[in-house]
């Protein structure tokens, strides 16, 4: 009988995007030095009017996310959940389910989004809202360069950013209906790299990567990432200043519903559509 070899459990498993230990650690901090919510706060405003745009009264809301206690006050009576791989919700309990701001730390976004969606009662709205685009694109460019410039090698320090096309394609990898993705840009001034690090740092969102170095950064290295983002990203309207954008990327989806518009089948079209372009006399 010829030798089988025998499969390595740890080579099988999926790569992880996130330390979880170390992004709970981040949270724990940012709450005790005073968290910085003002990127929730503008979600929190964009769910509202999307939300006022739907005759509909929602009366079972939940809310996936990171910052528990923002959201509680934002939302009385939702049910607050963490954001971790297993979410605490019950099958078919909300007719509401909102992930905020926390799908970009997800390692199975996907996962992430079916949960959700077994939550929902039929017809129930599923919304997300997350950064993606080009989200601290500049920042991520001037790490980049000044790590290769000092080290010649590269490490991970930003965590990567979805497209609109892309996420608005897992709603319906997760089954949800009616899929919906928009973008909201927030432009922001700094004084420059360092106080950009420490508003990241008071939000909650440090580099919390899994493949992230585990030694502290040089400061020729900072220095040198400073001097390239004031290039890449000046404040036209404050010189000395840096501006980078914060997209916010919001997610709108349906648990499937017998009363929702349903596309016709293909073929059973009873007009012409030449006949309906072509100009009227």
Known sequence: MSARPIPDPAAAAPPRLTD????????????????????????????????????RRFTAPAVVTGAPDFWAAAMPGARIVPDDPLLALEPAAHDLVIHALALHWADDPVGQIVQCARALRPDGLFLAVLPGGRTLAPLRDALAQAEIELTGGLSPRVAPMGEIRDLGALMQRAGLALPVADQVTQMVSYRGLVPLARDLRAMGEGNALALRLRRPTRRAMILRAAEILEGLAPDPQEPGRIRVGFDLVFLTGWAPDASQPQPLRPGSATARLADALRPQP
């Open 20 to 55: 979880r230990a170390a992004l709970t650690r981040q949270r724990a901090r940012a709450g005790r030095q005073g968290r910085e919510d003002w990127l929730h706060e503008l979600a929190q405003d964009e769910i509202k009017d999307r939300l006022s745009a739907i005759n």
